[in-house]
């Protein structure tokens, strides 16, 4: 009988399912919190049941002897290491959709806060006071909402503004024209939905590309009287610029759930009128608690009993037979995926997948979640195999997949290609005898590139100099390249290179490329491997 650890606080019904599927359960929400006695005991179970108290490290692990499964109570999963898990061989499972509608519904009771200044006028009228002309608010009514970000959660808002009658505007890469009218909004770019919003929310997931959206000069864009509801991550915002603009009257209010540090016991937005904000209480009901606990007893029960896996982070929805042989594809699938949405900063319309020879023999619907998932990563990356397909269909991109027999010198390949308005972007791979994916043409170029966790792609007109500039500029900075693979198309027309850093480029070294003018685009790249 499997046995399974809860180690922070769990519904008794989540804990009854264990018992019911014939798991064996310990339920002590408190363990979670004490890391010494949590490292003692782990070695006994086969799943550990968490949600945020409890911080699973790489030394944790290594006492975990026989753990098989964690599973999060939640989206969130900044307390595992990922990657020690995925070395360890520790499937990590998340619950992703058990507190969209919570945290969607904060964010309508923020702004309803916001506008009628509801938390200062409860605080006055406490005090004894009376004071109705002070707290003079707006209507929400025929006013237009932006929201940036229009996936699971934004989608709901949307949906939830759209009954109060309001206009809405969306700003998402990935929204095609065809969702952006089945949901019943209008798609913008940032800036014109910064001009004409009278209130904005933020759905989107803290990444680079994201990190302080809202920044100084966005803020200088706002329409005056705007409303600034952050209910998402923190971070998207500019905390001391939008104070500023809240004290000089350009920004009318803001409700924040969410903070650059937390806990927040601190923040340039704290004590400043008509700035209401929370504890970072987005999934804080009863009813998320209990559907995400509920939930990840589910997963884990499958898991353990049957095999099944479910909205697991760092494995695909394989058989175990699969998994032996397919491990390499679908790691390879990722990596194709995660290039191009590296490389892609417009909306993807369509997502093709051509598998050939041995490739397509195999398990499609994983090896094209990777694809996805990879692909989205590079905007979301909470995404996952299970959920990026759904994401991707909310946001209308096309998935196509085309198979064909053994067409070339590879046993098998994957050729990916997306497609925006302006272009589509092309990248194949394939896997060697030694297990390890290879990108083998970019741009319809040949090549025969490893993989790594730290790339840097190039591309240049076919003259000469261009190498030499970039091992020159590149060893000046004192950037250490393990790999480094070129192509041209034919001789004078377009280069590419891609290498493999010891670490992460800079932007500095990646701005004294450019600098160079040799270079028609450089761009750092990251990889899971």
Known sequence: MPKVLVSDKLSETAVQIFRDRGVEVDYLPDLGKDKEKLAEVIGQYDGLAIRSATKVTEKLLEKATNLKVIGRAGIGVDNVDIPAASKKGVIVMNTPFGNSVTTAEHAIAMMFAV?????????????????????????????????????????????????????????????????????????????????KADFITFHVPLT?????????????????????????????????????????????????????????????????????????LGASTTEAQENVALQVAEQMSDYLLTGAVQNALNMPSVTAEEAAVMGPWIKLAGHLGAFVGQMTDEPIKAINVLYDGVAATMNLNALNAAVIAGVMKATNPDVNMVSAPVMAKERGVQVA?????????????IKLTVVTDTRERSI????????????????????????????????????????????????????????????RSAEGNDAIAILYLDEAISDAALAALQNTGKFLQARRLQFEV
């Open 401 to 413: 997949t085309t198979t064909q027999d053994k067409a070339g010198v590879f046993e098998g390949y």
């Open 208 to 280: 680079e590309k994201t990190k302080n959206i809202l920044s100084r000069e966005a803020i200088a864009k706002l329409k005056p009287g705007v409303r600034i509801i952050n209910c998402a991550r923190g971070g998207l915002v500019d905390e001391e610029a939008l104070a500023e603009a809240l004290k000089d009257g350009r920004v009318a209010g803001a409700a924040f759930d969410v903070f650059a540090v937390e806990p927040a016991t601190d923040s340039p937005l704290f004590n400043l009128p008509n700035v209401v904000v929370t504890p970072h």
């Open 115 to 195: 506008a009628r200044q509801l938390p200062e006028a409860s605080a006055s009228t406490h005090a004894g006071k009376w004071e109705k002309n002070r707290f003079m608010g707006v209507e929400l009514f025929n006013k237009t909402l932006g929201v940036i970000g229009a996936g699971n959660i934004g989608s709901i808002v949307i949906d939830r503004a759209l009954g109060l009658h309001m206009k809405v505007l969306a700003y998402d890469p990935f929204l095609s024209p065809e969702r952006a009218k089945e949901i019943g909004v209008t798609k913008v770019e940032l800036d014109d939905l910064l001009a």
């Open 428 to 487: 194949a791979g394939t896997v060697f005898s030694d297990g390890k994916p290879r990108f083998i043409q970019i741009r319809g170029i040949n090549i025969d590139a490893e993989v790594g966790q730290h790339m840097l792609y190039t591309r240049n007109k076919d003259v000469p100099g261009v190498i030499g500039a970039l091992g020159m500029t590149l060893g000046d900075l004192g950037v250490n390249i393990a790999n480094f693979t070129l192509g």
